[in-house]
């Protein structure tokens, strides 16, 4: 079975990107599936939530992208998670500036992805807040896209917006793009106005929203700045059961269950 890449991308920030994919990538890994998670984003946060210190990478995906590395060799396992971790750091600011200059610039991550992909089920694209060339990347190099996302105000018009990019790139270089999934991050059901806006997600994107919502009181260990997946911590507890149910749920929708 051909690998699954999935870019988890929103335009807008602290939605629960990372989060979302360190602890989807943990639980896939649970279900038995063999991960690689690619930090996408310079800031480095998927790479130390996966129990790694990004200060020591010696090859991540800034040397990918710019040819000097290959993911097989650069990729590291997080023994916390049970995934490997295309990782990044501060570097990675530079590629942005240097792929400006590069031919086929934007599918340099997906040409690097081509010789792994008999080595991966899933790969999971953690992607930065905004549409950079980096992001563009992440999006041409992916066959869907998990879109995290707050019940909150304007949160109709920020995923419209993301919808619209996915589209144009689908049209002009990625026909097989397509929005894997949404999913409702942080979610507090005693909050009308949350039940509320995730009403108005239901009635507009229909199918396209996962049934399993991550909850907003998951205990801060489990948050990837302190660097290990919730089921690291506790398989149990009410967050590792949501992203549980939430890779169940995404086996099913693209025909792995």
Request: charged share 20%; aromatic share 4%.
């Amino acid at each position: 079975m051909s690998v699954t890449i999935l870019a988890v991308a929103n335009q807008k920030g602290g939605v629960g990107k990372t989060t979302t994919t360190v602890n989807l990538a943990a639980s896939l890994a649970k279900r038995g599936q063999r991960v690689l998670v690619v930090d996408l984003d310079p800031q480095g946060n998927a790479t130390t939530g996966s129990g790694i210190d990004k200060a020591s990478i010696e090859n991540g995906v800034y040397q990918v992208v710019l040819g000097e590395a290959d993911i097989r060799s650069a990729a590291v396992r997080s023994e916390e998670g049970g995934y490997d971790v295309l990782g990044a750091n501060r570097a990675l600011a530079g590629a942005e500036i240097e792929l400006v200059q590069e031919i086929a610039r934007e599918v340099r991550l997906k040409n690097a992805l081509q010789a792994v992909a008999d080595d991966y089920d899933f790969v999971l694209i953690d992607c930065p807040p905004s549409l950079t060339l980096l992001t563009l990347n992440g999006l041409v190099a992916a066959n869907g896209v998990i879109v995290p996302m707050l019940c909150e105000y304007y949160a109709l018009e920020g995923i419209s917006d993301l919808v619209a990019t996915v589209r144009k790139i689908r049209q002009a270089i990625n026909p097989k793009l397509e929005v894997t999934g949404i999913v409702r991050t942080m979610f507090d059901s005693r909050s009308r106005l949350v039940a509320e806006v995730s009403e108005q997600l239901a009635q507009h994107f229909g199918e396209l929203m996962f049934d399993t919502v991550i909850p907003r009181n998951i205990r801060l260990a489990e948050a990837p700045s302190h660097g290990m997946p919730a089921l690291a911590y506790d398989a149990n507890a009410k967050g590792s059961r949501a992203y549980l149910a939430l890779a169940e749920e995404l086996l099913q929708r693209v025909g792995k269950a």
